[in-house]
């Protein structure tokens, strides 16, 4: 029998996990379950299949790929419905910071910039 994979969840570390939490809640619909007096505190978001954990960043700033690396995203949410899920984050006064579009690599994706500066994008293979 192959071992598979399932599924893979985001961690992202936050100078403030409160602060970041609200965000996701308010602006992307997620629904934040805290963890906070655990061993290893935390902030589990969760959208329909998808889920993210938020870790305390001991008061590092947020670097992400795109600045520390000079290109990339932070996450990539698979998706099939980009256009209602963009006009829902514009909606809700996200900040889109590249439009649904079809890409050299043959995905069809927009972007987003987080409360903390991560760029994350939704998007799909195109066949």
Known sequence: MKNLLL?????FPTQDIIQTANFYEKK?????VH???SNEPHICLYRDTTE???TKSN???VIPNRKLYGYGYDAYFITKNQKELQEEFVNSNVKIVRSLDHTDYNNKEFVVE???GRWIA???KLD
């Open 7 to 11: 599924l893979s969840h985001c961690i």
């Open 59 to 61: 008061g590092q700033k």
């Open 28 to 32: 992307m619909g997620f629904k934040a």
């Open 35 to 37: 963890y906070l007096n």
């Open 52 to 54: 993210i954990i938020l």
């Open 114 to 116: 987080d409360i903390d």
């Open 122 to 124: 939704f998007g799909i």
